[in-house]
């Protein structure tokens, strides 16, 4: 769990970057705490690495007993605390950069969009669409995020839930990043 933070936090890290440009950079200078923490993150990911190397150098060679218990990885407490505020302020200087997140807000004209499709084909005035092998940054395009999303580990796919109150919910069932069955329900 530590090294896969650890991983986590140096592949937040590298987005920062990512993300900072000429003109980012002064928004991130004007927050002195923000990049305190990231010292204090950065740190914490340098003692990971050695505590990682040491383990890796200590590792007996080819014809040698293993230990039976190897030394685990240590990290503090805060680690997760403070990947969860990295995760804030990487938000907070992509929208401060003009960045789009990584899935757009909800926009009510690309909701209308569908909620007019699942009105029209439920009446029968319409025929029902086909979104089979859509794929998922093809719904987030067209319609937004989903109001819910429903994991079936039993199958592997994922259910997009679209909800529009009284009037029914269009579901989009997802496997491997495709649209692999549709239903509207009223």
Known sequence: MVVAAALAGLAAGLALMA???????PAA?????????LQVLNREMAALRADLGRQVQASPG??????????PLTASVDVERLLQELATVLAEVARHAGASPVAPQADPARRQRLHTLLVETLRGSRDRPSHLLWSVPQLLDAYGPPSSVHVNEDEGTVSWVFQFG???SAWFKVHDGLVISEWFRD
Do not use: Y
Request: proline share 10%; glycine share 6%; aromatic share 0%.
């Open 19 to 25: 993300v900072l440009d000429e003109e980012a950079a």
């Open 29 to 37: 200078a004007a927050a002195p705490e923000v990049v305190h923490e």
């Open 62 to 71: 080819d014809g040698e007993a293993q230990p039976a218990d190897p030394v």
């Open 166 to 168: 009284d009037d029914g």
